[in-house]
């Protein structure tokens, strides 16, 4: 007798087929438009194919070309459409490997003349035509020796190292449209034609084979794509807008910072970048001082320690390390340059017998890190090798753990509105990974925790969404992740939350409890800015280079109209940098104009121009950036005005103004 499977759909309705049975028959048993419309489907909450045979009970659901979760299908879809039509228009090219990545998609191809931007919009227009053609996903297993037999006659020797990389007890999964087929994990669509024409090449890089740069280098296409023209549209009208505010390009134009190939990944601050990054330091060490102890870890420890935190298991590959110089045997010892700063937290707290009366114990560093980043991955400020971190351990009592998510939580939120970020924000719980550290018991007490805390957040701002992230916890413990959205529309995440219950035990850490006896602490790692670096690139980007006056580097220019002015305005920069603003003057024998067209490129708020006329009277006219009215005042009244509009959101608050 045939087995059945039982199959639970949306509305709860539950209903038996013969095992085996595909999800294209299911759907053409409901209706013949449920099945046109369909292009996968998801069993348990996982995406398949539509033709995929089910053979066990599970949650159905029918994904339709509109479903959010179709997007990745649409853009996988399209990666192999693009490498069909890189092969039409240029047999002989090699295909390697074509994901999707956030935004989109790219193929990485090997071919002996690299292909530049000016080929994109031929190999648009044969996807066009492939996807007009409308032919069908096909999935089909095969062997492990046809599959490399087949690639090898065809020439893709990628193809056939990417077999030989596949696990012995995986399957060898062939997809194909109409003739053309490649080694893909799927699932796709039903056929090319559900991907639609919303799609659009973006641009041409290089690539090395697997990431090594020992490896052959290959000539990588991104392309976008999605389910309707008007959200195409959109995000290419938002990467022209993000194309302008690109933090490096301002960094220039600001001499802000620069990056160079004698230090690959690591800021090299100008003096206004260094006072912009201050600026932030010293606001966030006034936002801190009330609950935390700022403390300082050493950069490099011995590998020892790093052993013990499992870092050096888990993180190896992303961490520097040197052996010491010393001659002697006993000092031949590898150090590793501090990759986080918790280890080194640990060890503060142990130092000394701790009571449970005197947690929590909140520790703060801004403490440089560095992390191993691939060449091609590093990104301007955006992604770097060695950077600060606002970083924060608190160490406290099960008990004590709500209060203190929504202590932190507070905090987080508070100092975003400050830095201009108000909208849209999202708090997303990340929940246990397959990969862990610690018991059951204590992951499920954790993540009850933070579910609660998280619903609180969620009761207390009805502008904040929530979301549980299944399985992308940390190692050592569920986190909250904070993703903003700055003026353009761009998420990015930046602080954390992260509770650990292993790295204290690890290191042996222990306070004294009520009833004499010796309790492991938990631990909360927290971060606001993140990296320091990424979330000054990030501001910069938000507000175009136009920083509010706060935390401006320099804040106002004091430019001449004539050098008769030249006194009057000496005098009007001491006045203003006794009211703590950063201010300049700008003496140079050129013309005004000159002078004003230069201050607004370099993005100064205040430009306060002096004349003869304005030094007899004691006034200055005041060009505020991105203003075309101006506005004749008293010197006095002038600075007044920017001295007050300059103090920081925190300080303002205290002054109960």
């Known amino acids: 007798m045939a087995q059945s499977v039982a199959l639970t759909f949306p509305d709860g309705a539950r209903r038996e087929y013969p095992q085996g049975t595909t999800g294209l028959d299911i759907a053409k048993g409901i209706s013949p438009s449920l099945a046109k419309r369909t ?35 649409i853009r996988h879809d399209a990666a192999h459409v693009l490498a069909e039509a890189v092969q039409d228009l240029w047999p002989g090219t090699q295909v390697t490997i074509g994901p999707v990545i956030e935004n989109g998609f790219y193929y990485d191809f090997a071919r002996n003349q690299p292909f530049t931007q000016e080929d994109l919009p031929a190999i648009e227009k044969k996807m066009k035509e492939i996807v007009a053609r409308d032919k069908p996903f096909t999935k089909e297993v095969w062997s492990r020796d046809k599959a490399k037999k087949t690639f090898a006659d065809m020439g893709e020797n990628y193809k056939v190292e990417l077999v030989d990389a596949i696990p012995a007890d995986q399957q060898i999964k062939i997809y194909k449209q109409g003739d053309w087929f490649d080694l893909c994990r799927g699932p796709h669509m039903t056929s090319t034609g559900k991907i639609g024409n919303a799609f659009k090449l973006m641009k041409v890089a290089g690539a090395y084979w697997r990431g090594d740069s020992n490896n052959p280098m290959l000539t990588r ?19 022209e807008e993000a194309e302008k505010r690109d933090h490096r390009k301002l960094g220039r134009e600001l001499d802000l910072f620069h990056f160079q190939e004698e230090g690959p990944g690591v800021v090299f601050w100008h003096a206004k970048g260094w006072t912009l990054f201050q600026a932030i330091i010293a606001y966030m060490r006034r936002r801190l001082a009330a609950d935390y102890d700022e403390v300082n870890a050493p950069q490099m420890l011995d590998k020892s320690l790093w052993e013990t935190s499992g870092h050096w298991g888990w993180y190896r590959e992303n961490m520097f390390a040197a052996q010491s110089a010393g001659e002697e045997a006993e000092d031949k010892r590898w150090f590793a340059i501090k990759p986080m700063n918790c280890p080194g937290h640990v060890q503060i707290f142990k130092h000394g017998l701790k009571s449970y009366r005197e947690l929590p114990i909140r520790m703060a560093e801004f403490g440089i890190v560095h992390r191993y980043e691939p060449s091609g991955a590093m990104h301007g400020l955006l992604r770097v090798r060695g950077f600060t971190q606002d970083d924060a351990h608190i160490f406290c009592t099960e008990e004590q753990l709500a209060e203190e998510c929504l202590k ?61 992230n299944p399985g992308e916890g940390a190692f050592y413990g569920p986190k909250f992740e904070y993703v903003l959205r700055d003026a353009i529309g761009r998420d990015w995440q930046c602080g954390t939350t992260q509770v650990d219950f292993n790295l204290p035990e690890r290191f042996g850490a222990f306070y004294i409890d009520a009833d004499g006896q010796k309790k492991t602490p938990v631990m909360v790692h927290r971060a606001i800015c993140g990296s320091m670096e990424r979330f000054i690139g990030i501001l910069l980007e938000h507000y175009a280079g136009h920083l509010p006056l706060w935390l401006a580097p320099q804040q106002a220019v004091v430019a001449t109209i004539t050098s008769d002015a030249d006194a009057f305005a000496r005098e009007v920069v001491a006045m203003a940098k006794r009211m703590g603003l950063r201010v300049e003057a700008d003496l140079r024998n050129e013309k005004i104009n000159y002078k004003v067209r230069e201050h607004a490129l370099a993005k100064i708020p205040a430009q306060l121009v002096v004349g003869k006329k304005e030094a007899a009277e004691r006034t200055v006219s005041v060009r505020r950036h991105g203003v075309e009215k101006q506005e004749v005042l008293p010197v006095e009244a002038a600075l007044k005005a920017l001295a007050d509009e300059a103090v920081p959101p925190d300080v303002r608050r205290t002054r109960g103004s």
Request: glycine letters at 4%; zero cysteines; aromatic letters at 6%.
């Open 39 to 73: 292009v996968a489907m998801a069993l348990d909450g996982r995406l398949s194919d539509l033709s995929d045979p089910i053979e066990a009970d599970a949650r159905i659901e029918f994904i339709s070309r509109e479903d959010p979760r179709a997007l990745e299908l």
């Open 221 to 239: 296409i991104y392309g976008t794509a999605f389910a309707k023209q008007d959200e195409l549209d959109a995000y290419l009208k938002q990467m």
């Open 408 to 468: 932190i939580n507070d905090l987080i939120l508070s100092v975003y509105e400050d830095f201009g970020f108000e909208g849209d924000l999202v708090i997303k719980l990340s929940t246990r990974p397959e990969k862990r550290v610690g018991s059951d018991a204590a992951w499920d007490h954790a993540e009850s925790v933070m579910n609660d805390v998280l619903k609180r957040i969620a009761q207390q701002n009805n502008k904040i969404k929530t979301q549980i």
